[in-house]
């Protein structure tokens, strides 16, 4: 394990940020900050505003004014998908700053940064094309008299709360297609992870975006975030984080029925037989709980293994994880970094300890890794893991990998299946029969088979059961944030009621 400080990466003050407003960066004035230190060095690298409610209202009508009067809503596919394509190009060009501020804010090691930024520029792209494919449909088929069609219609003015752990994707896994869908966008990121929410906004100004298209008020979740659920000028919220503030998101929502895009909580299996290619496996599954040091909604966090190879396969992890580079987020070499927030790592520490009290056998890890500043922890194994733990139930959100054994397939999909999650999976073998059985029976959003958190924007994201509501990204990303219309059109003239 390596810890090797790059400390001229480091800001020697913290940047203010304004919020954003009507095309405006709007300066904090007499409004208190959030100061965010770099979970990896506890050094101050922003200082955010904590806006208030009548912030959110003008932000709100903003939103309102620019999706009413059709800057954007109205016109045609080819210019909204030409801002969208702008927006990728300057993405690209300011990829070393974003990526910086997101490992600085996050925690999470800059050649990951780097890559995710880079994938972002890609989802700007394919949804200026999806903006361009978005289509209804017409009916042919109701008689010499009838012609019907059903359009397509942007939903209005959106809402986006976003969580920490990837701050920029999760937001470019929508803002382009609730864009391309031709919605305008109020957004609020996590208090801890603003920067990167703010800086999208520069560049979608540079790139041309009309103002009032896209708004952000930073601000805690229960003020902002509250008020966003519950305010009755927007007609959808997409939201993305816990389950249990997803639920009050359904709760507030009521108020003006607005629709719900909800990505929640995971805990997801990553199922391996004994036929799999178990060299490949081992790395993968290492790669699934510690990319992102484990704080990822689709991390495969229940490692469900054929008995005949349990032990050796648990070994075969163990050392992957004793070879993992685990240190400076700065650093390009590291491959974990720092846990997120001060919070997220007592709740890990926690669970780990949860884990040893419920009898589970510690394998590797287990330990807060100390150097000298930050917070880190080891990657860490348990055995001997059975469903009824807090470690197999809850999402812990952190590096921490329990391993339960099975005998059949039938087994190895009831314990997969046993859960109140369904965002993701992977199974691991070479027999297609088992993999495909598999991965037809298990219930969850998305699916990797001889791989793990693999993607792109053209497949799409979300849970099944208490992992969400809706899908983001591909084509249904796009349509998520429309509605339907019906159109029927007489051809001539109608048979008369009254006669
Ligand atoms: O999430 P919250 P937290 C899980 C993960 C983690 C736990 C807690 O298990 O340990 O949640 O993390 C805003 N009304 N996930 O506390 O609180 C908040 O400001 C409206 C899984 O950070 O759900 C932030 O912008 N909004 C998840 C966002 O909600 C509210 C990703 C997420 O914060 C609000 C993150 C309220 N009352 C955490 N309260 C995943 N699966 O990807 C807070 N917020």
Redesign the pocket.
Known sequence: MDHQPANFLLPSDPRTFGFFVDGKVVEAGSRPYFERQSPGHGVAVTRIPKCTKDDLDLAVAAARRAFEDGRWSRIPSVERASVLLRAAQIIRRRAEEIALWETLENGKPISQARAEVDGCAGIFEYAAGAARALHGDAFNNLGDRLFGLVTREPIGVVSL?????FPFLILCERVPFILAAGCTIVA????VTSATTLILAEVLAEAGLPAGCYNVVTG???TI??A??EHMDIDMLS????T??GR??VQAATGNFKKLGL????KNPQIVFADADLEDAADGVAFGIGFNTGQC?VSGSRLIVERSVARAFEEMVAAKFAKVKVGDPLDPATQVGAITTAA?ND?IMTYIEKGKAEGARLVCGGDQLDFGRGHYIAPTLFGDVTGDMAIARD?I?GPVLSIMPFDTVEEAIAIANDTVYGLAASVWSKNIDKALTVTRRVRAGRFWVNTTLAGGPELPLGGFKQSGWGREAGIYGVEEYTQIKSVHIELGKREPWVS
């Open positions: 709360i976003t969580p920490w752990n609020k990121p996590s208090e805690s979740g229960s975030g509250q966003m659920t939201f993305t984080g816990s249990s503030v009050r998101c990505e929640l909580g995971g909604c997220q709740t999402e959100f």
